[in-house]
């Protein structure tokens, strides 16, 4: 048990009750809390009003749907955040290099090439830390943020600038670019680019996510309502498939499924460019293990270091 002297006074508060107290504030539900911090939700009431209690303060607001922070509550909220990680950094600075880091990372991700320099930082990792362990579980954006809202995942790669307000956003230094995945005597496939117009006749395989992206209006204007959507996908490898059986077309990332070998499947990028961002996405106020701060730390090195390439060739 950790005990923090609270700036100003004389309570003396367990760091626990600062991170069910974030979380909490996070979520904004008991419920969803206490799932998170695999904890009951009357033991996480219990411990709100120990913490209550302890400062003589309301933090919440208790509504039949929403719990939402007092004016004392969002002040907690920041001082909580910067002790706790005042108190992590002093922690860290008498480690010594040779304690050892061990634990799971476990991100979730959607199929695209962003996978690369992700997975080269696993493998620096490894090299240091042989007894950090890596767990990917691959889907939709959706599903993705649930499993990430459950506390299932450490952190997320998700496409597009579609931001909330509840989490932490690391924008990665690339982009994915979108095309058309046809079979190799497809009359687009003479072509070295394709147009959104060029869509309009052809049955097409769309990946889900856009048929509900507040991007699809930006991305393909009023043509989209009139295309002819045969089918959808979350994952393009299985998709694939339907394109080599002469089913559709699949709009889809470049660089995932492979045009080189016998398979009859050919790629075309749309131009104009229709290009979407990456960004590591994580809880606000989470509580991450030593292997999961390693994980983000090289991240955020690697993220800085090809930034400042791109400015300098620039």
């Not at 920041?78 to 799971?104: H, K, P, W, Y």
């Not at 950090?132 to 597009?160: N, R, Y």
Request: a negative charge; one cysteine or more.
């Amino acid at each position: 048990m950790t005990l923090i002297l609270w700036p100003g006074g004389d309570a003396m508060i367990e760091t626990r009750l600062l991170y069910y107290f974030l979380a909490t504030a996070r979520e904004e539900s008991m419920t969803k809390a206490a799932e998170t911090l695999h904890i009951t939700q009357p033991a996480l009431s219990k411990q709100i009003m120990e913490l209550e209690a302890q400062l003589g303060k309301q933090l919440f607001i208790r509504g039949r749907k929403k719990t939402t922070l007092t004016e004392d509550g969002i002040y907690l909220r920041g001082r909580a955040q910067e002790l706790l990680d005042l108190m992590e950094r002093t922690e860290s600075a008498f480690q010594s290099e040779d304690d050892l880091v061990c634990g799971d990372v476990c991100l979730g991700c959607g199929e695209t090439p962003a996978m690369g320099l992700i997975a080269g930082i696993f493998k620096k990792i490894q090299e240091d830390c042989p007894h950090v362990h890596f767990h990917l579980f691959s889907g939709d954006s959706a599903t993705i943020m649930e499993k990430l809202d459950q506390g299932l995942l450490d952190a997320g790669l998700q496409l597009g600038p579609e931001r909330r307000e509840h989490y932490d956003y690391l924008e990665l230094p690339m982009t994915d670019s979108f095309g058309l995945l046809m079979p190799k005597d497809c009359r687009l496939a003479a072509k070295k680019s394709i147009s959104i117009n060029d869509l309009n006749e052809l049955p097409l395989i769309m990946p889900r996510q856009v048929q509900s992206s507040s991007e699809r209006l930006a991305w393909f204007g009023g043509v989209y309502d009139s295309l002819n959507v045969v089918a959808t996908y979350n994952l393009v490898y299985n998709a694939t498939f339907m394109v080599e059986q002469g089913l559709g077309c699949a709009f889809c990332l470049s660089g995932l499924a492979d045009t080189s070998g016998a398979r009859n499947l050919a790629f075309r990028p749309v131009k104009p460019a229709i290009t979407v961002g990456l960004s590591l996405v994580t809880k606000k106020y989470q509580t991450f293990s030593p292997a999961v701060k390693v994980f983000l730390a090289r991240l955020k090195e690697e993220t800085r270091l090809q930034a400042g390439n791109k400015t300098a060739q620039t």
